[in-house]
C-alpha cells in the first residue's frame, strides 16, 4: 500500500501570497489532518477532514483553510502569508485503528 | 499550543547502549503513539498503545502505556547509529467522534558510533 504523499515538497513563496498544498491519504483511510510544525512550537495540529466534512480545528487564524475531496485527497490554503507561516506542513491519514500516518512534508519558506 | 512533557530533551549516548524516554500529561488519553522523525522528513509510526498498562515492543523498540493512562515511555535496547533522530509521543483522545492528537516536545537522540 502507498503511503501518504504531499506535493509540493518544497515551496518559495513571498508575504503576502497564497498557497495550496496537496495530500492523498492511504488508500481506504477517510480521515485527514494537517499539522505544522515549527523548531518553536512543535507538532500542532490545523484541521482535520473526514469524509469531505472538517471535523476539528485547531487554534489558527482563518488564512488557514482546507478542504477534503469525494476521493479522500485534501488540499491546504494558506492565504496572505506572513514570515512566520514557514514552517513543515505536514498531512496525516488515520485508519481505523487510530494510528495517524504522515506524509513526508512541504516544507513552506516564506521570504 | 499545547504539547506533552516529553524527556529528555537531547541525548547522547554511546552505540550499544539502551535508551530511555517518556511522556507524562495532565491529561488522560485513549491511545499513546510513539513516532521517529529524521530530518526533513515527516515522523514514522513506531509504536501504538491502546490501553493503560499495556507493553508493546518492535524490534528493538518496547513502549509502555502508563496506568494512570498520562503518561507513557519508550525505551530502545542497543541502540546503533541508525537510531539518531527525533522522537516524539502522541496522545489520543476523542470526545463526541472527534479525535485529537497531543504531541510531545521531542526527544533528539544522538548515538555516538
Known amino acids: 500500500k502507498a503511503g501518504v504523499t504531499q506535493t509540493p515538497r518544497y515551496l518559495i513563496k513571498t508575504r503576502g501570497q497564497q498557497v495550496t498544498l496537496s495530500c492523498s491519504p492511504i488508500?481506504?483511510?477517510?480521515?485527514v489532518s494537517w499539522y505544522q510544525q515549527t523548531p518553536g512550537q512543535g507538532l500542532q495540529f490545523l484541521f482535520e477532514y473526514f469524509s469531505e466534512t472538517q471535523r476539528n480545528k485547531g487554534n489558527f487564524p482563518g488564512r488557514f483553510s482546507g478542504r477534503q475531496f469525494s476521493n479522500s485527497r485534501s488540499e491546504m490554503n494558506v492565504s496572505t502569508l506572513e514570515l512566520g507561516d514557514s514552517a513543515l506542513y505536514l498531512c496525516a491519514s488515520r485508519d481505523y485503528n487510530n494510528e495517524q500516518f504522515f506524509g513526508p512534508g512541504t516544507r513552506l519558506t516564506v521570504l | 499550543g499545547q504539547q506533552l512533557n516529553q524527556s529528555p530533551q537531547s541525548m547522547f549516548i554511546q552505540e550499544g547502549e539502551d535508551v530511555s524516554m517518556n511522556c507524562t500529561s495532565s491529561s488522560i488519553f485513549n491511545t499513546w503513539l510513539w513516532y521517529k522523525q529524521d530530518p526533513g522528513e515527516g515522523p514514522v509510526l513506531l509504536i501504538a498503545l491502546y490501553k493503560a498498562g499495556e507493553l508493546t515492543s518492535n524490534g528493538r523498540l518496547t513502549a509502555q502505556f502508563g496506568i494512570t493512562r498520562k503518561d507513557s515511555f519508550l525505551n530502545i535496547s542497543a541502540s546503533i547509529p541508525s537510531d539518531v533522530g527525533i522522537y516524539f509521543c502522541a496522545g489520543q483522545s476523542s470526545t463526541s467522534g472527534t479525535y485529537k492528537y497531543i504531541f510531545g516536545t521531542g526527544t533528539r537522540l544522538k548515538v555516538l558510533a
Open positions: 488508500s481506504g483511510h477517510r480521515s
